[in-house]
């Protein structure tokens, strides 16, 4: 199985609503395949400044848009039940014309929303057993009419999904994972694996990530499943980039960014994930980049 090579973008939604939707709209304009929206309670690396809820903007978002596919990049499985989750996602899914997919995480112990809402700060170790079930469960419930499911974290009796996914055979499920144990779970459920490298030098996040992208096929291969039939998908992080003032390097050197790209392609990535551009300064170049540059990169 051969994808095309798709883009997506994260736009942060500390700011205003109208200006997010034209923000979305324009990444519609420009011919970009997914607009992707993070899940955090409030922005946990400034928890005063402005925050957006994601699934409220999705919905708000399938009105608004009409091509471009929406993303939550990433759901955190602490927020929702899975099956509440589920619902959402559904809803999402039919009010958007079947444009939906949906991004699972298990979310960081060092966002300050978990304690101001009262959720217990599940340990890294409990969060990734949690989304093997997690995961499990909502790929059940966006395939089957009425679901049933006994686990050490999660059940439900008899839940009725109706109506189902708009999507067939269902909602396609992005799984972000890092380390094995959450690759393993991606291997099994998700129709695309979404990752990424904090690497302050972009030259050891291709290693890395080439790496992890081989890590995968023998994952693939262990849990029965064709290395080929899963999407990969990749974020562009800069890691210096909040000590600039959000100003992407990837933005400033056309090269670069097709260096990025083009390796991470080579390395077996289906999806490049890339960030709207926080410094306005930068936009155009971002959209020179969406212009000239991307349409290249696809052929």
């Not at 809803?91 to 304690?115: A, N, Y």
């Not at 679901?147 to 109706?162: E, L, P, R, W």
């Not at 291969?221 to 990969?232: D, I, K, N, S, V």
Request: glycine fraction near 6%.
């Amino acid at each position: 199985m051969s994808f095309d090579i798709r883009f997506q973008v994260l736009t942060l939604p500390g700011q205003p609503y109208a200006t997010y939707r034209q923000q979305v709209l324009r990444l519609e304009q420009l011919g970009f395949d997914i607009a992707a929206v993070p899940d955090h309670f409030c922005d946990w690396a400034n928890p005063p400044a402005p925050w957006l809820e994601c699934w409220t903007l999705l919905a708000a978002l399938a009105v608004e848009t009409t091509t471009i596919r929406l993303s939550s990049n990433v759901a955190q499985i602490p927020l929702r039940n899975p099956a509440v989750l589920a619902h959402q996602a559904v809803t999402v899914d039919h009010v958007s014309g079947g444009r939906l997919e949906l991004g699972l995480g298990t979310g960081l112990t060092i966002d300050p929303g978990t304690d101001m809402i009262g959720l217990t700060n599940w340990s890294n170790a409990e969060r990734v057993a949690r989304f093997g079930e997690y995961i499990e469960l909502v790929a059940m419930l966006l395939t089957q009419e009425i679901t049933s499911f006994d686990g050490a974290y999660y059940q439900a009796d008899n839940a009725v999904m109706n109506p189902s996914s708009l999507q067939s055979p269902r909602i396609p499920i992005v799984a972000a994972a890092l380390g094995p144990k959450m690759m393993a779970h991606a291997a099994r459920w998700a129709d695309t694996w979404n990752t990424m490298s904090f690497d302050a030098d972009f030259g050891t996040q291709i290693d890395e990530l080439s790496a992890r992208a081989l890590e995968m096929d023998a994952l693939c291969a262990a849990a029965g499943r064709a290395p080929e039939t899963l999407r990969r998908s990749a974020n562009l992080f800069d890691a210096r980039a909040r000590a600039t003032g959000g100003r992407l390097r990837y933005y400033d050197d056309d090269g670069l960014f097709v260096y990025l790209v083009s390796s991470l392609i080579d390395a077996g990535f289906t999806d490049i994930g890339l960030y709207y551009p926080v410094d306005p300064d930068q936009l155009p170049a971002f959209e020179k980049i969406a212009n000239e540059v991307i349409p290249t990169l696809r052929d």
